[in-house]
């Protein structure tokens, strides 16, 4: 991953191999450009030069300031950097810097843009100096947003693809003084939480072929056991023994056989017990309720939960927060096979409910009651779920904002900390219509609501997974169809593939919980 270093000297005369500036759009209507605070040293070293100065010669390039638009200026020997990069920061703000996500954004593209190169120096407007927290929040935006935007995955090309330059190795962040407490400890943790974010990325670009349920099991262990975690696996045979009927039948059709991962991370003098679930389908080709083949291979993303969840619980472990935290992975592939299960099956569930399975490609939410009924005997007092649960999320809300059901204020909390992290989320409701059309006949709820068809599809995910949460226990289902995985060109940080959403936001939650009394 791209290193991260603070510097408070002239960024004129920085060492490195690209100095990037921001720019703001002028609110005029016209084409003129407002240079950002941190870049006057630079402007004063273009001053003497011809073309009207730094700002008119960016805007004569085609530079509009829209946020996240690259220009690149050849500095010509005018600053220590061979090459000035200007990033567009949008409408300039009323206030003393731009909203985080718009450095975030503004960051990552600069870094992605800066491919190929050694080193670059990012002087951008982060904050107040007098201002410690807000200079704390501008420094780990800008830091995420260089090391997110910088992230690529190492594939599986044999050849170089023509072109493809390595990413960004060292990133600079401008701070006022390089001795302040706040920006050391924002640096610190934005470096903590962006590897969270990658790991996330690596498990979901992986192949499909490679990480199975037993690889993926192996691999999240690993990983948080060196974070010096708890870990426990329970494979098919343990899963069976404690009755998870869930997550055995959604892993019938498989030759790899599901799993399910418990990792702890349990501090001394905690008052406050976290629950964190995650999805972990390795692949999703619909079972017997086989999906369309047209881009059936994003399929392999439906295990971003669980990858979020785990990425999650190494970051909290590094980051150490006052609050106990317990991590649940349920994991299977979902695949059509003589052996699969079937729409007509009863399903005993692990918290004892019987469920009629109606369409096996609502199999996200038979593994996920069993998680969630496992973690609420943990007795926690907050349980966040995330899942690739529902297309409807992505009609509903599009692709890049998450929907949030389950008790009303821990919702609001959610959306807040999506908002503060730049991960994007919405509260949707739980209607009584909705679990009245799941009755059933034959057993204590059918999995989908037969009589609404695909109609409030992500409501109807919420609504069953309420069924398994413990009465007292606050709850929020996050459902991230949509945002998990951008198969688009990259823009701002987002690279194209896994997202690392929501592994931001589940760690900011931990965090403003921490601090609960």
């Known amino acids: 991953m791209t290193s991260l270093t603070l510097a408070d000297t002239d960024p004129a005369e920085l060492a490195v191999d690209a100095v990037v500036i921001g720019v703001y759009a002028h609110e005029g209507g016209d084409a003129k450009l407002l240079l950002a605070p941190g870049a006057e040293r630079v402007a004063a070293a273009f001053s003497d030069r011809p073309g009207g100065g730094l700002a008119e010669t960016l805007r004569v390039l085609g530079a509009t300031g829209a946020v996240g638009e690259v220009t690149k200026l050849a500095s010509f020997g005018a600053v220590a950097a061979p090459l000035v990069v200007a990033v567009g920061l949008g409408p300039e703000p009323s206030g003393t810097a731009p909203a985080a996500e718009t450095l975030r954004r503004a960051a990552g593209a600069a870094a992605r843009a800066l491919a190929g ?124 023994k404690q009755g998870y009927g869930g997550i055995l039948a959604v892993g019938l059709g498989s030759a790899a056989a599901p ?60 980051l150490k927060p006052k609050v106990a935290v317990v991590g649940y992975a349920p994991m299977a592939e979902n695949m059509a096979s003589g052996s699969a299960y079937r729409p007509g099956d009863v399903v005993s569930m692990y918290n004892g409910k019987q469920v009629e399975v109606l369409n096996t490609d609502a199999e996200g939410r038979m593994i996920l009651g069993d998680a969630i009924a496992r973690a609420c005997e943990d007795e926690p007092d907050y349980l966040f779920e995330v899942s690739t649960l529902t297309g409807g999320q992505v009609i509903a809300l599009g692709k890049r904002i998450s929907g949030v059901m389950g008790t009303p204020e821990l919702c609001e909390r959610v959306r807040e900390a999506g908002e503060r992290t730049g991960e994007p989320m919405w509260p949707m409701p739980l209607p009584e219509d909705v679990r009245k059309g799941m009755e059933s006949d034959v057993a204590d709820i059918s999995q989908v609501n037969a009589g609404m068809d695909r109609a409030g599809h992500m409501l109807q995910g919420g609504v069953f997974l309420s069924e398994f949460v413990t009465e007292g226990v606050q709850w929020a289902h996050i459902d991230i169809a949509g945002p998990s995985y951008h198969a688009g060109e990259p823009f701002g940080y987002w690279s194209k593939g896994g997202t690392g959403v929501p592994v931001r936001t589940l760690i900011d939650l931990v965090e403003e919980i921490a601090t609960e009394r």
Do not use: C
Request: charge should be positive; charged fraction near 20%.
């Open 117 to 240: 190169s050694a080193s670059a120096a990012l002087v951008l407007p982060v904050a107040d100096p007098d201002a410690a927290t807000d200079l704390a929040a501008g420094v780990r935006a800008v830091a995420e947003g260089a090391l997110l935007g910088a992230y690529r995955f190492a594939g599986y090309k044999t050849k170089p693809a023509a072109g493809r330059r390595e990413p960004l190795r060292k990133a600079v962040v401008h701070v006022p003084d390089t001795a302040s407490k706040a920006a050391k400890a924002a640096l610190k943790r934005s470096v903590t939480v962006a590897a969270a974010v990658a790991r996330t990325r690596d498990w979901i670009n992986t192949a499909p072929n490679e990480l199975r349920p037993p690889q993926f099991a192996d691999a999240v262990a690993a990983a948080a056991g060196e974070a010096s975690l708890s870990v426990s696996v329970l494979d098919e045979k343990a899963l069976a």
């Open 259 to 318: 799993r399910l991962v418990r990792i702890a991370y349990e501090p001394a003098g905690a008052t406050r017990r976290v629950a964190l679930v995650g999805k972990g389908i390795t692949f999703d080709t619909g079972g017997v309720s086989i999906k369309p083949a047209a881009g059936m291979w994003e399929m392999k993303s439906d295990m971003s939960g669980a990858a979020a969840v785990a990425a999650a619980m190494i970051a909290i472990a590094q």
